[in-house]
């Protein structure tokens, strides 16, 4: 497994952009499939977007297609989300994930589905 930590949260006024990213400890942190996902208050936690191990197709969810991009530097261990045209609704604090097993083609978009989890950060869009 791999250890994370996001940073890149903040308070941005409706229509701004922020990028989060997430930066891995441990080797193998290429090898495995990442997720963003988010949590508003009083909501279940939810798939954002995901990037497979190999940097290809990427997944979002239907409410921040078009307006987040997920993106992957395998030299760099991070996994970057970068967030534009964001609306109130995007208020969530904001994990990222990596998948509970390596080189599994394509993207899971359940929580279960992935092994290991960073501490958060908070994003706060104000209307």
């Known amino acids: 497994q791999v250890q994370l930590v996001e940073s890149g949260g903040g308070l941005v006024q409706a229509g701004g952009s922020l990028r989060l990213s997430c930066a891995a400890s441990g080797r193998t942190f290429r090898n495995y499939a990442m997720g963003w996902f988010r949590q508003a208050p009083g909501k279940e936690r939810e798939f954002a977007a995901g990037i497979p191990w190999n940097g290809g197709t990427t997944y979002y969810a239907d409410s921040v297609k078009g307006r987040f991009g997920i993106s992957r530097d395998n030299a760099k261990n991070t996994v970057y989300l970068q967030m534009n045209s964001l609306k109130p609704e995007d208020t969530a604090i904001y994990y990222c994930?990596?998948?509970?097993?390596?080189?599994?083609?394509?993207?899971?978009?359940?929580?279960?589905?992935?092994?290991?989890w960073g501490q958060g950060t908070q994003v706060t869009v104000s209307s």
């Open positions: 994930a990596a998948d509970r097993l390596q080189l599994r083609s394509g993207v899971r978009k359940a929580a279960a589905e992935f092994g290991s």
